[in-house]
């Protein structure tokens, strides 16, 4: 926990009310949402037990298994959670846009929109990336078959689940993490994770919320009380009564979710946003592409190479989101600038027109003054950016006691034209209050991997060869029902694989 947000629950815990941590929504909203609640049996490994979906409020549709060990009965669940999916999924597949690449000498298609999947907290993405594994690999003819639509909506939720997992993602997202995000309430994050207790924090306060921690979870798990006083006997008995006594388990959650997709609405955008979800539409468009041709399903797991390659992705991306974050939003970058990472000043002496000829050929390089009352923890050569001015870089000269401050001397490059004059505005003029970090935007280029083939047998790659004959290999034993087929760790990765 940072210091700011600890400061902010301790601020709602002596109001009584959640405190804002941003200043602005650091995720897409998308304007035609779906809202999937999964519910799962206790004590039985991703057993589903329910899910109410839906794109409007006022149109919820319930999925029930009334045997949730009954495998039929499970898989006509997935077929028809398949029906309320795959049509939304496919929908946003329809009109796309020219996205120049190569500088301009060439360009490639995206689609326009893409869609969002909004569930309670992470134990539904957990559950549905359980789903898509289990399901993913299933066949529709054969010993065991499974309706149409199971497979290929097991895949579309493998790929759903994997992007999750990258910083910034937007097309399938947790109402707990989203407000989490947005706003600090006065209880620990353990309990934030029940979704009834923090938006209550958020909407009416303390009081309201500690009504709302005896009431109904927000699934995937149910309250044990729960289900071995009234769950329990309904199954036993194969009870008509079921579904309702489940819609109206899940109708607060499923009112408190459009409730919250509401409050985020309320705040504006984060400028950087708009960016992440280009890159959200990306991967839709490469993922609908990739099916429309026939692509294998995801593997189990990854080979050596593609496990390190996607660890590097996350990684980057990570340390992208955050930057983003902090020069969308003063709040967060205000963490930066008490850990020494930023500082505030105002420009006392400007140079715009400076020129640098000490080496081949003179360069731009105009230079400012700036005094700040902050501490400031950067040495001399140190690189530092404006998040208004992103193209702009600022190296450290020298930082000089200065009455009640420093004052840092900076030059700077880029961001002024190709010239050996600035464009007008380029150079921060006398008086302009900047903010500067050691954070950057900048590309940061991929490792080199080698082939899947050249990786040391230690790491998947091929045995080491051997003079002596191998002995046959043993009759592999039959798979046992419902077993997933196998899928070669050397095949090319593709989006969202697990």
């Given at each position: 926990m940072s210091t ?5 629950r301790a601020q ?8 804002p941590?941003a200043t ?5 909203v ?18 589903p037990l329910?899910?109410?979906v839906?794109?409007s409020?006022?149109k919820?549709?319930l999925?029930?298994?009334s045997?949730?060990r009954?495998?039929d ?8 959670l ?13 009109e796309?846009?020219d996205?120049?690449i190569?500088?301009g000498?060439?360009v490639?298609?995206r689609y326009?929109?893409a869609p ?14 359980m789903l898509?594994?289990?399901t993913?690999?299933?066949t529709?003819d054969g010993e065991?078959?499974v309706?149409?639509g199971?497979?290929?909506l097991g895949?579309?939720?493998t ?5 999750a997992?990258i910083?910034?993602s937007s ?8 407000l989490?995000?947005?706003?600090a ?16 924090w ?5 009081a309201?919320?500690?009504e709302a921690e005896?009431?109904?979870v927000a699934g ?12 329990a006997?309904?199954?036993e ?5 079921l579904p309702?006594i ?5 109708l ?7 409730r ?18 280009d ?5 839709y ?7 429309a ?9 990854d080979?050596?190479v593609?496990a390190a390659?996607r660890?590097?992705?996350l990684?980057?991306?990570a340390?992208?989101y955050a930057?983003q ?6 709040l967060?970058?205000?963490e930066y600038?008490?850990?020494g990472a930023?500082f505030?000043?105002?420009?006392t002496?400007?140079?715009?027109n400076r020129v ?11 230079r400012i003054m700036v ?7 950067m040495?001399p050569?140190t690189s530092?950016?404006?998040p208004?001015?992103?193209a ?7 930082v000089?006691?200065?009455g009640?401050g ?10 002024m034209?190709r010239k050996?004059v ?14 500067l970090t050691t954070?950057?935007e900048a590309f940061r280029?991929g490792?080199t991997?080698p ?9 998947g790659?091929p045995p080491?060869?051997?003079?002596e004959?191998a002995?046959?290999?043993?009759p592999?034993?039959?798979a046992a029902?419902g077993?997933e ?5 050397a095949r090319?990765p593709?989006p969202?694989?697990i």
């Amino acid at each position: 926990m940072s210091t700011l947000t600890a400061l902010a629950r301790a601020q709602a815990l002596a109001a009584g009310r959640a405190q804002p941590i941003a200043t602005v929504r650091h995720l897409h909203v998308q304007d035609h949402p779906l809202v999937l609640i999964p519910l799962a049996m206790a004590g039985e490994a991703n057993a589903p037990l329910a899910a109410m979906v839906g794109v409007s409020p006022d149109k919820p549709r319930l999925l029930v298994v009334s045997q949730p060990r009954d495998r039929d009965l499970r898989f006509a669940f997935f077929a028809d959670l398949a029906e309320e999916l795959l049509p939304y999924l496919e929908s946003f597949a329809t009109e796309s846009e020219d996205v120049p690449i190569d500088r301009g000498k060439d360009v490639r298609q995206r689609y326009l929109d893409a869609p969002q999947i909004w569930v309670p907290n992470s134990g539904g993405i957990d559950f549905l990336r359980m789903l898509g594994r289990s399901t993913r690999f299933r066949t529709v003819d054969g010993e065991y078959p499974v309706p149409a639509g199971v497979p290929l909506l097991g895949r579309w939720l493998t790929f759903l689940a994997g992007t999750a997992e990258i910083p910034g993602s937007s097309l399938l997202l947790n109402a707990v993490q989203a407000l989490g995000l947005h706003w600090a309430t006065g209880q620990s994050g353990t309990e934030d994770a029940q979704f009834g207790t923090q938006l209550a924090w958020i909407e009416s306060g303390a009081a309201e919320a500690r009504e709302a921690e005896n009431g109904p979870v927000a699934g995937p798990a149910t309250d044990p009380e729960f289900d071995n006083k009234v769950l329990a006997p309904l199954i036993e008995r194969s009870a008509p009564e079921l579904p309702d006594i489940l819609q109206e388990l899940l109708l607060p959650t499923w009112d408190r979710m459009w409730r919250a997709l509401n409050l985020l609405r309320g705040l504006p955008a984060g400028e950087r946003v708009s960016l992440r979800w280009d890159s959200d539409r990306d991967a839709y468009t490469a993922f609908t592409q990739y099916i429309a041709e026939g692509g294998a399903p995801q593997p189990r797991r990854d080979g050596a190479v593609a496990a390190a390659a996607r660890l590097q992705r996350l990684e980057n991306a990570a340390s992208r989101y955050a930057v983003q974050r902090a020069f969308d939003d003063p709040l967060v970058l205000a963490e930066y600038r008490l850990s020494g990472a930023a500082f505030a000043g105002v420009v006392t002496l400007a140079n715009p027109n400076r020129v640098d000829d000490s080496g081949k050929r003179p360069v731009l390089r105009p230079r400012i003054m700036v005094h700040t009352t902050e501490p400031v923890r950067m040495e001399p050569g140190t690189s530092l950016t404006s998040p208004s001015r992103t193209a702009q870089k600022a190296r450290v000269v020298s930082v000089t006691p200065a009455g009640d401050g420093v004052d840092v001397l900076l030059e700077l490059s880029g961001g002024m034209g190709r010239k050996l004059v600035a464009e007008p505005g380029s150079v921060p003029e006398v008086g302009e209050r900047l903010i500067l970090t050691t954070l950057s935007e900048a590309f940061r280029p991929g490792g080199t991997f080698p082939e899947p083939a050249e990786t040391p047998w230690t790491h998947g790659g091929p045995p080491i060869p051997t003079l002596e004959p191998a002995a046959p290999a043993a009759p592999a034993a039959p798979a046992a029902p419902g077993a997933e087929a196998h899928q070669p760790d050397a095949r090319p990765p593709q989006p969202g694989v697990i």
